[in-house]
T-cell receptor, first 112, second 115 residues
Framework: EAQVTQNPRYLITVTGKKLTVTCSQN?????MSWYRQDPGLGLRQIYY???????DKGDVPEGYKVSRKEKRNFPLILESPSPNQTSLYFC???????????FGSGTRLTVV | AQSVTQLGSHVSVSEGALVLLRCNYS??????LFWYVQYPNQGLQLLLK??????LVKGINGFEAEFKKSETSFHLTKPSAHMSDAAEYFC?????????????FGKGTTLSVSS
């Protein structure tokens, strides 16, 4: 089944403890992206990648890192999480711009 | 820069009534336009999209949207609401010249359907 898989689905962590949210797609898509969703703010792009080793900042990149060493994987790294990074995170992938993104099921992160 | 405005953060309709969710966009180039639906505790699912060609686009679950360039709008409609349509809906825009980059989302409209 074609899909974008994120792990974990739920995560509670403490301020300052490094964490990684994994994202993998099995559709051979070139484009991948991370979004965060907050009430009243909709979805905002954190980082995106147009291919292996090609990444760029979105609208809200502060406090996040990404890497794209393989086409299928696009992990999101929080080096020192803070409470304002408590949010619902979505990974998405796309073959080309006009096809629209396929989204993962989301990761609900709580930083205390 | 591109932007999306969804008019009405919350829309309530009765079962069987017309659904109309409004979306206006701002873009300096002819955009690609999308509607996504999000059910509780789930990810986003693509309902329909406009890229080029016919301006009336049909999607899944009986939804359709019409691209009106003169009004910079891409409103989502469904002739008869069903209880299962209750969800949050997002309109999004992208720049075809910036392949694979930002999909700019509106803030979402929550649709409630009453019996």
């Amino acid at each position: 089944e074609a899909q974008v898989t994120q792990n974990p689905r739920y995560l509670i962590t403490v301020t300052g403890k490094k964490l990684t949210v994994t994202c993998s797609q099995n559709m051979n898509h070139e484009y991948m992206s991370w979004y965060r969703q907050d009430p009243g703010l909709g979805l905002r792009q954190i980082y995106y990648s147009m291919n292996v080793e090609v990444t760029d900042k979105g609208d809200v990149p502060e406090g996040y890192k990404v890497s794209r060493k393989e086409k299928r994987n696009f992990p999101l790294i929080l080096e020192s999480p803070s409470p304002n990074q408590t949010s619902l995170y979505f990974c998405a992938s796309s073959l080309v711009a006009g096809s629209g993104y396929t989204f993962g099921s989301g990761t609900r992160l709580t930083v205390v | 820069a591109q932007s999306v405005t969804q008019l009405g953060s919350h829309v309530s309709v009765s079962e069987g009534a017309l659904v109309l969710l409004r979306c206006n966009y701002s873009s300096s180039v002819p955009p690609y336009l999308f509607w996504y639906v999000q059910y509780p505790n789930q990810g986003l699912q693509l309902l329909l999209k406009y890229t080029t060609g016919a301006t009336l686009v049909k999607g899944i679950n009986g939804f359709e949207a019409e691209f009106k360039k003169s009004e910079t709008s891409f409103h989502l409609t469904k002739p008869s609401a069903h209880m299962s349509d209750a969800a949050e809906y997002f309109c999004a825009v992208s720049d075809p010249n910036q392949a694979g980059t930002a999909l700019i989302f509106g803030k979402g409209t929550t649709l409630s359907v009453s019996s």
